[in-house]
């Protein structure tokens, strides 16, 4: 039985197609932007699909004889994603097949993902990264058939070393395979700085992360989840999403680091440090450890801060969370000088964070600050005034939660900025950048606004509704 649509809603459409899905008559339509179903009830008065697929989630297809089989991205919950194929058969006579799916080779070539460079830190985390990448990297880039090279790195600084040796041009993407200081070598090798010149070109490609490491912040930030083939479809899908990057230079303006995520001073960076001794226990020990170590001292410094602040009422307290195709970091721009100059003396204070996005990771789901933004040109600085150890042992355990909010807590000062010299006075800790340790009696933390092409759309902070599962959507004789 053949149905005949009563318009055409544009963009290619297949006409008279019919199909079966749990149980229910389906009408296919193919579009420019989207696959649109009806139940076959319903195709006669056109009424809101009941599904509608968009080709965006187009991973790739594979064209065989009358058929056509779309591998399309499914949302299955708490951000993670898995490839699913849908599965068009019988295509009407008139139906122009040749037409559609040159349209989509195009969509598919529009995201520039022809040739991908891949760094593996064979030692991050739990050290499974050469195994993700053959098991489940190789096996996906070969079914898309994007070209790429591999490197594996044999030491720390490697992956920068890595990057500055290749021609970069010949490359779409970067991306580690690894945790957040393979990022942050990759980022180091590629971006451009001057001596006494806190301006920082954009960088020559884009970099990714497929997270291989232990706490995986910057998958987190732009994915929502550490989960390996999620980050591995949001790279697939082209999507690329520009964001801010710190900068840190002691008191003679030498650059001394950077950071994609946190810059740290006090109880962070005492217990990373402490951590290192340990690193050989598995996954997140060392750092659950150290950390009830340094808390249980609850050790305090004292700090000079002079503060680049932004205008009045934006702060980490108020405004959205990031969030896909973000518009708080849409909208943002170049901030140049600082609205005003602040200076603070903070007395026994356990803690400075100068984050560059919620900090969300496995051990704070909803991270330090709630509503800090990866590409909003401006720093989320948070003071641990003067805690108890109680009060810090509460404070770790908030962050902890599915639903912990620290910035309730009257001991912790959140402020936005721009930018930051800090100078210890009297004892001093050591700092951390993305993990890794230096120590500076001053130093200085600057924003680059949106210099860092990543890929990935951004944390999708809506899950999904329930949907029909699987299938196949044939035409003509509406059965499965």
Known sequence: MQHEAAGDMGGFVMHGVC?????????????????????????????????????????????????????????????????????????????????????????????NLRKLLFIINPVSGDKKAMQMFAKVVEPMMKAVGIQYDSEVTERIGHATELVQSVDVTKYDGMVALGGDGTVNEIIRGLATFQQHDSTVPRLPTTVGVIPCGTSNNQAYSMHGTDDVETALLHLLLGDR??????????????????????????????????SESIKFLPGILPYTISFMKVILKTKKYDVDLKLGTVEEGNTPYEGIECCAFCPECGRSRERGAPEAWVDREERNCFGLQFHNSSGECAMAPRGAVNKGHTGNGCIDLLIIQDPTTFQAFKMLNEVGKKDGNSLQFDYIKALRITSATVTAVGETSCWCLDGE???????????????VPFFGRGVERVEPAPEPKGGILCGGCGSN
């Open 437 to 451: 340790v230096i120590h500076e009696p001053t130093l200085t933390i600057n924003v680059h606004h949106q210099v």
């Open 241 to 274: 999403k520009n964001i801010d990057m710190l900068s840190a230079r002691n008191g003679d303006g030498d650059l001394v680091g950077i950071a994609m995520t946190l810059i740290a001073y006090g109880y962070i960076s005492d217990a990373i440090k402490d």
């Open 19 to 111: 199909g079966s899905l749990h149980g229910v008559a389906w009408a296919v339509q193919l579009h420019q932007s989207d696959i649109a179903l009806f139940p076959i009830a319903e195709l006669k008065h056109f009424t809101t699909p009941t599904i509608t697929l968009p080709l965006s989630d187009l991973v790739y297809y594979q064209k065989l004889e009358q058929r056509l089989i779309l591998q399309m991205v499914k949302r299955i919950g708490d951000k993670k994603w898995r490839l699913s194929p849908v599965e068009i058969t019988d295509f009407p006579s008139e139906f122009p097949i040749g037409k559609w799916t040159q349209h989509l080779d195009n969509l598919i070539n529009s995201r």
